[in-house]
């Protein structure tokens, strides 16, 4: 699959598979994040058709699969070139393939969260069904693990906005502190009790981008199914996770 979408191969003649694929490719633009079903349902071609259009426009790295939701949704690559759309964020593209492959025939969960300069935390793919896209600031190991790819003025900022935002109802405490002190120095946090992992990912946009991998198992072994599954991923993505062998410790 190609990094930058050839913008001048949707210029094909609208007849045959072409135009059956820009067909579907517009209503993922105007729909987004649409299921199959609901393609099938707007454009009036048979379910194979619609079916085939989405992968041949997967091959075109135009659209891609959302994580735990089978929805179709535009990749980032075309965002400037289409104004208004629902579009994946900057660098989750290559993650949501990575982990979704890597998640197969696993009984894990996964959450993809990011977290911009201005100190937004969003939740944006996840495989738990009708899981709320907001996360807790002060709360969250995830947002903790978001942090640490910040330096230390950079989160003073995000945490006053954030305690602002609470209208004075939230207070920074010390476990607060230990779980960014812990993800900066580490590069995850590992939540026992919860049987969860939380990773940050490598990126090179002004963004911070980390996974939430849960394990349904018990004791050690939800540790033990979150370290391979990270590593699963860190094979499919090589330099992913840059403090991986501290993870496998």
């Not at 790295?61 to 089978?70: A, E, N």
Request: hydrophobic share 40%.
């Amino acid at each position: 699959m190609s990094d930058s979408p050839d913008i001048e191969a949707m210029n094909a003649p609208v007849t045959g598979s072409a135009g059956r694929a820009l067909l579907v490719l517009g209503l993922v633009l105007d729909h987004g994040p649409v299921s199959p079903q609901h393609l099938t349902d707007l454009s009036g071609l048979s379910r194979t058709a619609v079916h085939r259009a989405i992968h041949a426009l997967i091959d075109q790295g135009f659209v891609r699969y959302q994580l735990g939701k089978m929805h179709v949704i535009v990749t980032s690559g075309l965002r400037d070139s289409f104004r208004g759309a629902f579009f994946s964020p900057p660098g989750i593209d290559p993650v949501s393939k990575a982990v979704d492959e890597a998640l197969k025939h696993r009984r894990m969960q996964c959450e993809i969260a990011v977290l911009s300069p201005d100190g937004e935390a969003r939740l944006v793919e996840t495989t738990m069904p009708d899981q709320e896209a907001e996360l807790d600031f002060l709360e969250s190991d995830l947002v903790s693990v978001l942090l640490s790819r910040f330096d230390p003025v950079a989160v003073t900022r995000m945490t006053a906005r954030a305690l602002r935002a609470s209208g004075g109802d939230a207070t920074v405490e010390h476990d607060f502190l230990d779980r960014y002190r812990q993800a900066q120095y580490q590069g995850y946090i590992w939540n026992a009790q919860q049987g969860a992992l939380c990773v940050r990912v490598k990126d090179d946009s002004d963004q911070a981008v980390a996974i939430r991998l849960i394990s349904g198992g018990s004791g050690r072994v939800r540790q033990r199914d979150c370290v391979e599954t990270a590593e699963a991923i860190g094979r499919l993505l090589p330099g992913m996770f840059p403090n991986l062998s501290i993870i496998r410790e």
